[in-house]
């Protein structure tokens, strides 16, 4: 029954540390439940709030002939080209041992969904290590300070190779998500995210010709650098989420 690459979890610590770190009172998706290691406990936990999206449709099958209660609530379908609107309209808390090559895009996917309340992801170690960085640290980019923009991360536990079969290639780290207030609109936030991805584009440059060499004007950029009291020698990744915003409304204007 194994396809997509799955690897399924099997540690009954780390699955009742997960399932822990899901709130008791909220409604819940689980997103690729795969053979209900953590679906059961999710069942148990949160009987008439639970909705499963399973990409697979007979590992569907499976979940509907083990767990019988979710009938009609285990949806079929790549989370990625998932209709969000199928949702409930009211705080969803999201919980998941995401597929390695889509989790950061099913991470931004879920945080841009205005119900989003929070989460319990499970990462390939290095990815979890970029998530959770902050501002002169190895890993520090794009991914850190769009996700902390918008959540709040944190490291709940560190995951073996042995806790999954087949085991994968690499560690795990699982991590939780608090809802942070997007201080951006939607049209700022797109802006704000090309220009992050402009500032790190270029990853041997400064700061300054990172983004000279993205399109952006020469004395405009200059003229920013020094209202926000940052030298011409300024690196993308020594630059903290709070002056990405300042940098960043400053060019707005």
Not at 116 to 129: C, D, H, I, L, T
Not at 139 to 151: D, K, V
Not at 164 to 180: C, D, G, H, I, R
Not at 197 to 208: D, E, G
Request: hydrophobic share 45%.
């Amino acid at each position: 029954m194994r396809k997509y690459g799955q690897h399924f979890l099997v540690n009954e610590r780390i699955i009742e540390a997960i399932v822990s770190a899901v709130p008791s009172e909220q409604n819940i998706v689980e997103i690729g439940p795969g053979r209900g290691a953590l679906t059961q406990k999710l069942v148990e936990k949160n009987n008439l709030s639970l909705t499963a999206v399973e990409i697979d449709p007979q590992m569907k099958a499976y979940l509907l002939a083990h767990f019988p209660a979710l009938r009609g609530r285990v949806l079929l379908a790549d989370f990625l080209d998932f209709d969000m609107a199928l949702l409930p309209r009211e705080s969803v808390f999201f919980v998941s041992n995401l597929p390695y090559i889509d989790a950061a895009a099913i991470l931004d996917k879920v945080l841009s969904w205005p119900y989003f309340s929070g989460a319990v992801f499970m990462f390939q170690k290095e990815q979890a290590q970029r998530i959770l960085a902050s501002a002169g640290a190895e890993g520090y980019g794009p991914l850190s300070i769009l996700t902390q923009l918008r959540a709040r991360p944190q490291l709940l536990l560190r995951v073996g190779k042995a806790c999954f079969n087949p085991p994968p290639k690499v560690e795990s780290a699982v991590l939780t998500f608090k809802k942070q207030k997007n201080p951006l609109s939607p049209l700022s936030y797109s802006h704000f995210v090309h220009f992050v991805k402009a500032a790190f584009a270029h990853k041997r440059k400064t700061l300054y010709n990172s983004l000279i060499l993205s399109g952006f004007d020469k004395k405009k950029t200059e003229d920013v650098l020094a209202r926000a009291l940052l030298k011409p020698t300024a690196r993308a990744q020594e630059i903290t989420l709070e002056q990405y915003l300042q940098l960043h409304a400053l060019f707005m204007r």
